[in-house]
């Protein structure tokens, strides 16, 4: 990190790194696909402080209903890239539950004070058309907690706690095991640059987090998964390791650049391998059904989505731009259980987390 | 009710009624698409106790890539029609959760004990092909807590509480105000012969349950919806009203028939009167992203879902049997938005309940 940059606030430098993300990554797709139409920009406003930007690609096959005017096949079927960066107020209740990882955080129960946040981030969700590229989805975010002002104070209240977050994971509906290793190489070698506990423990909360208990099988076939991190001690590290790991902002906004700066080189030479592979109607159902998954877990499971539908004002648009454009849902489907088929294969994998790299 | 019938145990009376009815519905809808497949029966085993049998209906549309091998369009897209007649031990937290409605229910909170239940119920979900055809869902449940049996005992124990609960509900992609009305008046007329404060205070709840608070619209356009009907006093119904209302097991069962009942005069009618009315690409679409909705609604809001999902041991298909066999999400659809358009009065309708009988 540059000395000029650090001297900036921390919430400056994350936002301007996520706008430059958002515009890398989506050109990124753009340009794996430059016949199709490009993502629709979508900034907004937050009433009660902020503001964001969905980019966002919708295109309908032209052999379903809603896409018969359309003369082109698109790589990607459904997805967005989205940033927000916001500010308020948060509840009593809010900062209940986050003292729980967050000590810093004073809280008097006496006094059901609200405190000042400011919440930066990035989320992306990327459902490709052929059934033999996987759905990829990441999320790198910014959070901080400030003494409030008082009556007549200008600008931002002390920084009293501070944390970073993110992951990425994968989500094929065929299973190639090159495209597993490789994407999970690139995501341990950009973990490794800064410390060598850090891709096993988020590997592991990654497969652990991103798992349908009803369904007794994971999403995907993972990736990394990190919350909470900052100076403080953490659950998910262990606590007598030798190894050297982030804990100042800016050594762990570092490591957030590298696995932002990762995103490309893990996922797109996939698609590129993927997107055009030959693929006949079984395949296509096999896809929605896979997708229905998907929906399950995001509905039902994912902090993200329900932390979002609950909370009033939220842009439910935008939380709910993670879903499929087409979902299925058969009773008792025998796709999948006879052995030694692809999607048997599939199932395999997501029964029994293994390792990649 | 015959006085033989009513000697009998009310849980065998109950299991007795829901296993004709479940019959008396399928081959209902079996007489409606002669030339469709007929549902595919399959009774299965609770390991800890109890059986079950689902009724289920699924035919890809031709037109489908799951469906290119059928030659007939069937009425019917994808449906169920399920019994499950189960006992157990209730654990104490769930024993605890119901006490809030039940007071006869013995809870002694020093002692951590289990009390033995038995719960018989109908649920059933039918999505139609044609987007002119409105989705339906009904239930019928009758639940115990008994006392627990000593070392020795046979046979079943004291029951210590008991009640009732179920509903039925309509949820249209276009809306035709001939069938609310239809519907609704079915339902009171079916009500209002146990009790005129029944079909009011049931529409109400019924539009209170099947709320989407994040899309700040209903699901469809209702019906009714009643839980913990007992002979305790209920808080979904006026205390003070003159009007008798059904309080002892058997009134309370004559209630549940008389609904049972009339599943099939409330929709048949509609199902028959749409089911081949012409549609196009649009309406299909539709109709697809409605199916979103309903997928939202069950897998975020119902309780019986979340209920189903989160139990070790519960038959997840037959649980999921609700959700359509494809959903479709568009972000930021202009569908619904434009002033005058069939869909944008489904939407106001969604928006505001109305009285409908």
């Not at 900036?8 to 139409?37: C, H, T, W």
């Not at 920009?41 to 295109?59: E, P």
């Not at 729980?100 to 004070?113: C, M, N, R, V, W």
Request: glycine letters at 8%.
């Amino acid at each position: 990190m540059s000395s000029s940059s650090s001297e900036k606030p921390m919430r400056q430098q994350v936002e301007e790194y996520i706008v430059s993300l958002q515009e890398s990554i989506v050109s990124g797709f753009e340009k794996i696909d430059p016949n199709a139409p490009k993502f629709k920009r979508d900034s907004w406003i937050r009433a009660q402080g902020g503001r964001g930007q969905s980019c966002v690609f919708a295109m309908p096959d032209p052999s379903s209903p809603a896409g018969k005017a359309n003369t082109h096949t698109s790589v990607l079927e459904k997805g967005g890239v989205n940033i927000s960066i916001v500010h308020g107020l948060l509840p009593p209740a809010a900062i209940k539950q986050m003292r729980a990882d967050h000590s810093s955080i004073p809280f008097d129960p006496e006094k059901e004070t609200s405190l000042p946040f400011f919440a930066a981030g990035l989320s992306l969700v990327i459902h490709p058309r052929n059934p033999n590229a996987p759905t990829v989805h990441a999320n790198y975010r910014y959070f901080e907690i400030t003494e409030p002002l008082k009556e007549g104070d200008t600008g931002q209240g002390k920084v009293m706690a501070w944390w970073f977050g993110g992951g990425c994971d994968l989500t094929p509906s065929y299973f190639f095991e090159e495209d597993a290793k490789h994407f999970h190489s690139v995501l341990k070698a950009g973990c490794d640059q800064h410390g060598a506990d850090l891709y096993p423990a988020f590997k592991k909360w990654c497969d652990e987090y991103f798992y349908l208990p009803h369904r007794q099988e994971a999403r995907g076939i993972g990736g990394i998964f990190f919350d909470d991190l900052s100076d403080e001690p953490h659950k998910h590290l262990p606590s007598g390791s030798s190894a050297p790991r982030p804990k100042t902002p800016s050594e762990l906004f570092a490591f957030i650049k590298t696995m932002g700066d990762s995103f490309g080189p893990s996922y797109f030479p996939i698609l590129t391998k993927r997107m055009s592979l030959p693929y006949d109607d079984h395949m296509r159902r096999w896809q929605l059904v896979r997708r229905g998954r998907y929906v399950e877990f995001n509905l039902v499971y994912d902090r993200g989505t329900k932390f979002g539908l609950m909370t009033p004002g939220a842009r439910i648009e935008s939380i709910l731009m993670s879903l499929p454009e087409v979902a299925r849902w058969e009773y008792m489907t025998e796709m999948g259980s006879e052995e030694g088929t692809e999607e048997w294969k599939l199932i395999q994998v997501l029964k029994t987390p293994r390792e990649w790299a």
